[in-house]
């Protein structure tokens, strides 16, 4: 439910460090427990690389690891 916020504060800390302007991973965990009618669609749409998984069932990891070897190249 504090999703933007905890992007928010991600980002201010990345900025913080010195890491503001790398490429970044959007990674978005838990989707097996979305209720009903919730979508990622919004997030996965406002970060150019974003992925959306579920580590409890690897849900979406295929599109985690082609994600990650893109961006390595």
Do not use: C
Not at 15 to 29: D, H, P, R, Y
């Amino acid at each position: 439910p504090q999703a933007d916020q905890q992007i928010a504060t991600v980002n201010q800390v990345l900025e913080e460090i010195g890491a503001g302007g790398k490429s970044t991973l959007m990674v978005f965990n838990k989707i097996d427990r979305l209720v009903s009618g919730e979508t990622m669609e919004q997030f996965l749409n406002a970060h150019e690389h974003a992925v959306a998984v579920s580590a409890r069932n690897r849900q979406g990891f295929e599109a985690l690891l082609a994600a990650v070897g893109s961006l390595m190249r």
